[in-house]
């Protein structure tokens, strides 16, 4: 079956610009995370959402990063002002709601360079 | 807070050699341990877990023990080929989180 994806896969965006990437997760599950990688430096979380049919929560960071799931197995992560220190890759990724330690599914990652 | 630090890379090796990258962590309670291995043009995918001390998490050839008294979570696989060039990530999470701590990252480049 599909895995998750994520689009565009590379995005070269102008300092102050704003951007979104968007996920696709798998069908089914219920959390989706944000996370952005920078080699040698880690990954941090971003965002997480946690979606059912009652309700959505949805972790939105201050400042200039904010995540929408305008359909339970989509998501935007929108950068507002983009600066150069936000060139990353920025990962998606996915789990069902069993159990915190269940497996989260990534994406390909979108690599993000600001100019 | 916590945190993971893995080698830095890249680390290159002959096929059949023998593969070490060391992990150690710093979390409150006990942590859910993992490895993750990205392969070039893929997303992350789960190579191996430990979810308590002392458990041993493989898959694929590779080995990881959860080391608690040394806080480490050491990845090794005893002869690897070409298709294990990869960027291999240590993680937890929290007994009480779910959210991954992630390392930078280990490039790994295995030659024919």
């Known amino acids: 079956g599909a895995g998750v994806s994520q689009s565009p896969r590379y995005k070269v965006a102008k300092r102050g610009r704003d951007v979104a990437l968007r996920c696709d997760s798998i069908?089914?599950?219920?959390?989706l995370y944000w996370y952005r990688q920078t080699l040698g430096q880690g990954s941090e979380v971003l965002t997480y959402?946690?979606?059912?049919?009652?309700?959505?929560k949805s972790g939105r960071p201050s400042g200039r990063f904010s995540a929408e799931r305008p359909e339970r197995s989509v998501s935007t992560l929108k950068i507002q002002r983009t600066e150069q220190g936000d060139s990353a890759v920025y990962l998606c990724?996915?789990?069902?709601?069993?159990?915190?330690?269940?497996?989260?599914?990534f994406g390909p990652g979108t690599r993000l360079t600001v100019l | 807070g916590n945190s993971v630090t893995q080698m830095e890379g890249p680390v290159t090796l002959s096929e059949e050699a023998f593969l070490t990258i060391n992990c150690t962590y710093t979390?409150?309670?006990?942590?859910?341990l993992f490895w993750y291995v990205q392969y070039p043009g893929e997303g992350l995918q789960l190579l191996l877990k430990?979810?308590?001390?002392?458990d041993k998490g493989s898959n694929k050839g590779f080995e990881a023990t959860y080391r608690k008294e040394t806080t480490s979570f050491h990845l090794e696989k005893g002869s690897v080929q070409v298709s294990d060039s990869a960027v291999y990530f240590c993680?937890?999470?929290?007994?009480?989180?779910?959210?991954?701590?992630f390392g930078g990252g280990t490039r790994v480049l295995v030659k024919p």
């Open positions: 993680a937890l999470i929290k007994a009480a989180g779910n959210k991954l701590t």
């Open positions: 959402s946690q979606s059912d049919a009652q309700r959505d």
């Open positions: 430990a979810t308590k001390a002392d």
């Open positions: 990724a996915s789990r069902t709601g069993d159990s915190s330690y269940n497996e989260q599914f």
């Open positions: 069908s089914g599950h219920v959390t």
């Open positions: 979390a409150t309670g006990y942590p859910s």
